[in-house]
């Protein structure tokens, strides 16, 4: 079964230097997991776990500026 036949959404984690990163899946655990795969374990330290929003596609322009 195709993983897309669950919904997924992108979230914006905090990070600690003030910036937002992008992530998607199922859940913000999902997402975690997923950017754990793309990133270093140092770029993983900077971001806030619990610190997050859900946004739609829609509404990404409106936080381009403070990706990090």
Same mark, same amino acid.
């Given at each position: ?7 997924? =959404? ?12 992008? #992530? =998607?899946? %199922?859940?913000?655990?999902? #997402? ?12 993983? #330290? %900077?971001?806030?776990?619990?610190? =997050? ?5 829609? %509404?990404?322009?409106? =936080? ?5």
């Amino acid at each position: 079964m195709s993983s897309f036949s669950n919904p997924h =959404y992108m979230y914006l984690f905090d990070l600690k230097n003030g910036k937002k990163k992008l #992530a =998607y899946g %199922e859940s913000p655990e999902d #997402a975690l997991d997923i950017l754990r795969i793309r990133l270093t374990e140092e770029e993983m #330290a %900077e971001i806030i776990p619990d610190s =997050y929003i859900k946004i739609n596609q829609r %509404e990404l322009q409106k =936080y381009v500026k403070n990706l990090g």
